[in-house]
């Protein structure tokens, strides 16, 4: 009997993508490489928007964190990652959307040479399966990529510190998204 427990045991321990978390279907992966670094997944959830799921959002941090304070306070890298599961989101509303973030979190940014740089990275629409990565380094570097390829790159630890808070800040895009992101749901 105790043999059949222990190859059992082992068995699950060797089939550990079988226990892989999913959510809406998109299977997240429970740690990524930044810059060298390991980041652990810190906490996920799904941005809607009137009932409807846009993406489901994964934010990955060298620390635990559990608040939008302490996670800007943290200067280990940092990774928000959207996958999308809205048919198409056009260009236009994925820059207000930014815009709005910013503003409502970080309005001494407001009109700033960074977040114009930032905004204009984005010029494609964004679609079901497409994957948007928010690299935070913890120098302060702020780069996106969309399905891999690299949108921009700029120094500026304010605007590290306002993307951030776009998702976790008083303000956030979707209370329970940040919520998820914290690790709180």
């Given at each position: 009997?105790?043999?059949?427990?222990?190859?059992?045991?082992?068995?699950?321990?060797?089939?550990?993508?079988?226990?892989?978390?999913?959510?809406?279907?998109?299977?997240?992966?429970?740690?990524?490489?930044?810059?060298?670094?390991?980041?652990?997944?810190?906490?996920?959830?799904?941005?809607?928007?009137?009932?409807?799921?846009?993406?489901?959002g994964?934010?990955?941090?060298?620390?635990?964190?559990?608040?939008?304070?302490?996670?800007?306070m943290d200067?280990?890298?940092?990774l928000?990652?959207?996958?999308?599961?809205y048919?198409?989101?056009?260009?236009?509303?994925?820059?207000?959307?930014?815009?709005?973030?910013?503003?409502?979190?970080?309005?001494?940014?407001?009109?700033?040479?960074?977040?114009?740089r930032?905004?204009?990275?984005?010029?494609?629409?964004?679609?079901?399966?497409?994957v948007?990565?928010?690299?935070?380094?913890?120098?302060?570097?702020?780069?996106?990529?969309?399905?891999?390829?690299?949108?921009?790159?700029?120094?500026?630890?304010?605007?590290?510190?306002?993307?951030?808070?776009?998702y976790?800040?008083?303000?956030?895009?979707?209370?329970?998204?940040?919520?998820?992101?914290?690790?709180?749901?």
């Open positions: 009997m105790k043999r059949i427990l222990l190859a059992a045991l082992v068995l699950m321990l060797m089939a550990g993508d079988l226990w892989a978390l999913e959510v809406k279907g998109v299977p997240i992966d429970p740690a990524v490489t930044l810059q060298g670094q390991t980041l652990e997944l810190n906490g996920v959830g799904t941005r809607k928007k009137f009932f409807m799921a846009i993406y489901v994964s934010l990955y941090t060298a620390k635990k964190v559990s608040s939008g304070e302490e996670a800007a200067a280990g890298g940092k928000i990652r959207m996958n999308f599961l048919d198409k989101l056009d260009r236009q509303k994925i820059v207000e959307s930014f815009a709005e973030g910013l503003a409502a979190n970080s309005p001494d940014l407001q009109g700033s040479e960074d977040v114009t930032f905004l204009s990275w984005f010029s494609k629409d964004f679609v079901r399966g497409d948007v990565d928010l690299e935070l380094d913890g120098d302060g570097t702020v780069s996106a990529r969309h399905n891999g390829a690299l949108l921009g790159r700029l120094k500026s630890p304010a605007l590290a510190r306002g993307v951030l808070l776009i976790l800040g008083k303000k956030p895009a979707d209370d329970d998204l940040k919520s998820g992101m914290l690790g709180q749901d």
